[in-house]
């Protein structure tokens, strides 16, 4: 298993570490792991924040864990030497196409979330969103003068077949290794691109006969995440709509530094992340959640090395830290046992061996 570790800015450097920590004390796993500058860290040492040499490890690993990058202290240069540029030249270069988002609520943190910790304790749903499509990607695109002389706004939204056909895929194979539902998600009732998308997963569901295949408009689909979001499971949608539907599903649950992602390739290589950001406003301080990140690391053992053992005991030994109390800064409560970063990611391992501390 060849990782790459790019842990980039701010507190990048800290959950990176407590996710190899995890890592390395999973037993019968053959880890080969090599670090790599990126982002704002990479800009100082190299004036780019993706260098030659960290895409060629990136393009030569497996998988790669990512940290987080981003400082203020850059937000004066220019963009393609900004560290969130590392970020996109990555998903590019290695055409990352499917950012796969869970939202999960561990049933100790369900008071974290703005909604009844009825509605959405327990939740465990996936969001499939493609990434490399769209609005955000078609021509053309770009402000010109209508004929009545006013400026107007304009993009293109597109989507190939084959672009669809490929997260469709995806979709269904991670239904398969879940509860087997699969809801794609499209506008069908007014875009013709939707209803491409539509037919296009239909056809494919034809294949899955396994999988139940559910169609909603995308309106209604933001609608019941906050009504009633446990009727899902995995949610396969475009760009755009997956940008927006995958950041609400994230705060169901209420605490960022729980949540973890990955972008796949078409042979399932990918980046994996926690949700949030560098963090500078707590880096080096040992406050930040290292969660999402450990998390992110079971996420790679599950998707890119199929090892879903080896993913489940890693999100067991974090239900049973939770259970047992241990809570970083963002997710204390009065009478919970407070912990740094350093601290949660012993426990986590203390965990995994089996040791109760
Ligand atoms: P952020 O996610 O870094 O932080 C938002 C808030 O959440 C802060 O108060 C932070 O302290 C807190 N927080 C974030 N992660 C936490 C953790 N693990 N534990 C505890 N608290 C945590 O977002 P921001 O402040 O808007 O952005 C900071 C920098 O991060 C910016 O430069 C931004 O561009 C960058 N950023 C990078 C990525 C990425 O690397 N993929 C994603 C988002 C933002």
Redesign the pocket.
Known sequence: MKIALLP?D??GAE?VAQAVKVLRALDGLDIDLQQAPVGGTAYDQTGDPLPAATLELARNADAILFG?????KYDSLPREKR??QA?LGLRRELGLFANLRPALVYPELAGASSLRSEVVAGLDILILRELTGDIYFGQPRGVRRSHSGEREGFDTMVYSESEVRRVAELGFELARKRSRKLCSVDKANVLETSQLWRDVVSEIGKRYPDVALSHMYVDNAAMQLVRNPKQFDVIVTGNMFGDILSDEASMLTGS??MLPSASLDARGKGLY??I???????AGKD????L?TILSAAMMLRYTFDRPQAADRIEAAIRHVLKQGYR???IYEAEMRKVGTAEMGDAVVAALRGSSR
């Open positions: 980039g701010g507190i959950i987080a990058v981003g400082d203020w560290p969130e970020i960022i530094g992340e926690p949030h950001g560098s963090a500078p406003d707590i406050v930040a959640n290292p999402a970083t800064p963002d």
